[in-house]
């Protein structure tokens, strides 16, 4: 494998480009590792306080009334600042949109149950139910190979 680094002091962000004919499973492992790299902690509040949440912890982040809430896998449930479509790029594609008001972390999923009306219903830990909606249900297959 050939390797170029170049180092520009005008650059302001660093960027990667990798060329290759095919994806292979090193390959992605070295993106998953750059992109880890580039992984951002998450604030939000509770009781008065500021709490910081690590990606990997959420399980979900939904729409409750006019609070934007993040449940993590050890029972914290914090009111977000940032609306949800910042919060989705930010989190990037370890995370999947199941509706216009919820992401899931699809590694947090008990199961997935398939309901009369053409939408999903997911049983995420801690008990947590999200519905799918029909308009994410085809890209949400698709994100898991269901």
Excluded at 85 to 95: A, H, N, S, T, V
């Amino acid at each position: 494998m050939k390797i170029e680094i170049k180092i520009d002091t005008q650059i302001d962000e660093p960027y990667i480009t990798i060329c290759v004919s095919k994806l292979t499973p090193a390959i992605q492992a070295a993106i998953s590792l750059l992109q880890q790299e580039n992984e951002q902690i998450l604030t939000g509040t509770a009781n008065n306080k500021v709490h910081i949440i690590e990606p990997n912890s959420v399980i979900v982040i939904r729409t409750e009334g006019k609070e934007l809430v993040l449940y993590s896998d050890d029972g914290n449930r914090v009111i977000m600042s940032k609306p949800l479509y910042e919060l989705e790029q930010q989190l990037g594609d370890d995370f999947i949109r199941i509706s216009k008001s919820a992401i899931i972390n699809p590694r947090k999923i008990r199961n997935i149950e398939a309901s009369f009306n053409g939408t999903m219903e997911i049983e995420l830990i801690l008990g947590i139910k999200e519905v799918i909606s029909r308009n994410y249900k085809k890209i949400f297959k698709e994100r898991l190979g269901v």
